[in-house]
């Protein structure tokens, strides 16, 4: 059973990068997309970008210039980075396998943006 | 972009009543590249419905999803108590994928 676990630190400040570390459990990282998505609290779902295996990305315009994601297939994980972020970007950050049809996701990880 | 916008914001039904939620793009989806997720509190949002009407696996029958284009349906046939949740539309056709705002099914 394919299993995805978000790790990183839950408090950043502002202006600061966010990092957070997918590890992926039960399958192969290889020949799959992996996206990240998030949610600010009371909130919709909001997609940030995927990444392939190889290493293309498609990001969102409106946080293409922050994000940066990349994978390691030695170690089966994802990053994704952030930078310079705000009060608005305090969210629940999800990884889940797959570019657009997520059937496997992580559990979510709470990251607050405070001073 | 395209824009996801579901109707109505919130759906207030009893068990055993049928659901009918809407997801409207703002623009044609090419291959019905349209996905349905539900999402409890706490939990990890469920892949219900992808490819537009393709059930995923698991997925109890009363959950069907119809539409083309610009217009897109999801019907749950009877609601069980478990069916109350907030239910997302989300394209990927092409990049920039997008999440409609989501539907809140609430009982009633």
């Known amino acids: 059973q394919v299993s995805l676990q978000e790790s990183g630190p839950r408090l950043v400040k502002p202006s600061e990068t966010l990092s957070l570390t997918c590890i992926v459990s039960?399958?192969?990282?290889?020949?799959?997309?992996w996206s990240w998505i998030r949610q600010p609290a009371g909130q919709g779902l909001e997609w940030i970008g995927r990444?392939?295996?190889?290493?293309?990305?498609n990001y969102n315009p409106s946080l293409k210039s922050r994000v940066t994601m990349s994978v390691d297939t030695s170690k089966d994980q994802i990053s994704l980075k952030l930078s310079a972020v705000t009060a608005a970007d305090t969210a629940v950050y999800y990884c889940a396998r797959g570019g657009g049809v997520h059937h496997y996701w992580g559990q979510g990880t709470l990251v607050t943006v405070s001073s | 972009d395209i824009v996801l916008t579901q109707s109505p914001d919130t759906l207030s039904l009893s068990p055993g009543e049928r659901a009918t939620l809407s997801c409207r793009a703002s623009q044609s989806i090419s291959g019905s590249f349209l996905a349905w997720y539900q999402h409890k509190p706490g939990q990890t949002p469920r892949l219900l419905i992808y490819?537009?009407?393709n059930r995923a696996t698991g997925i109890p029958d009363r959950f069907s999803g119809s539409g083309s284009g610009t217009d897109f349906t999801l019907t749950i046939g009877r609601l069980e108590p478990e069916d109350f949740a907030v239910y997302y539309c989300?394209?990927?056709?092409?990049?920039?994928?997008?999440f409609g705002q989501g539907t809140r099914l609430a009982i009633k």
């Open positions: 990444i392939y295996s190889t290493g293309n990305t």
């Open positions: 989300h394209h990927y056709g092409s990049p920039p994928f997008t």
């Open positions: 039960g399958g192969s990282i290889t020949s799959y997309w």
């Open positions: 490819g537009a009407s």
